[in-house]
């Protein structure tokens, strides 16, 4: 069964420390990876995407890293801010003659003072 | 601008009173597709749209339907609501680059359907 596990449910983090997020996958066959950050009441906006051969990407103080043979990624925010408080979701595509997305629940991110 | 639009972004309705959202994108994409999202779940692909009158189903098609007679419209359609059809409902668009491409969705603001 496709399915995306993310790691952990929420996280609260000081303004200015780092913090990473964790992202499982068992979804085949593979296309791509995509990490979007969604603010509440809002719809989802891309941060990084990546295909199979790709292992890191980078979006400003966003690096998104991708072991395509563990099938895990991870999502880590460098000297966060209060405006990093969202939800990250990591999104699998699979294509198999048409596109499935898979979503996974989101981490909540909280960033405080 | 690019965007995809979504209307309305509000609705309260009574079961069994048939309803349309409307999603419209303005970057000629090919590709178009309904999510819900609900508390605790991610969001969950209801259907997709490859390119003008291709529709396919998603993971919660049931309770649902879709039409895709131009481009730029893809919208969704409940033809008897239930109360558990409550819930965030999201539109996306991206451009088609093939199964090993990027394609990036863009997604519109969003409605927020209750069904009494």
């Known amino acids: 069964k496709n399915q995306v596990e993310q790691s952990p449910q929420s996280l609260i983090i000081l303004e200015g420390k780092n913090c990473t997020l964790q992202?499982?996958?068992?979804?085949?066959?593979?296309?791509?990876l995509r990490w979007y950050k969604q603010d509440t009441g809002r719809g989802p906006v891309s941060l990084t995407i990546?295909?199979?051969?790709?292992n890191t990407k980078s979006n400003g103080r966003y690096t998104a890293t991708l072991d395509a043979d563990t099938k895990q990624s991870s999502l880590h925010i460098t000297a966060s801010q209060l405006s990093d408080s969202a939800s990250y979701i990591c999104?699998?595509?699979?294509?198999?003659?048409?596109?499935?997305?898979?979503f996974g629940a989101g981490t909540r991110l909280f960033v405080k003072a | 601008e690019a965007q995809v639009t979504q209307n309305p972004r509000y609705l309260i309705t009574v079961t069994g009173k048939k309803l349309t959202v409307t999603c419209s994108q303005n970057?000629?994409?090919?590709?178009m597709s309904w999510y819900r999202q609900d508390p605790g779940l991610g969001l969950r692909q209801i259907y997709y749209?490859?390119?003008?009158?291709?529709?396919d189903k998603g993971d919660v098609p049931e309770g649902y339907k879709v039409s895709r007679k131009e481009k730029r419209n893809f919208p969704l359609i409940l033809e008897s609501p239930s109360p558990n059809q409550t819930s965030l409902y999201f539109c996306?668009?991206?451009?088609?680059?093939?199964?090993?491409?990027?394609?990036?969705?863009?997604f519109g603001a969003g409605t927020r359907l209750s069904v009494l």
């Open positions: 749209s490859m390119n003008v009158e291709v529709t």
């Open positions: 970057m000629n994409h090919e590709y």
């Open positions: 996306a668009s991206a451009s088609y680059k093939g199964p090993n491409g990027k394609n990036i969705q863009y």
């Open positions: 992202c499982n996958y068992t979804v085949s066959p593979f296309s791509n």
């Open positions: 999104v699998v595509s699979a294509y198999n003659g048409g596109f499935k997305t898979i």
């Open positions: 990546m295909t199979f051969s790709e």
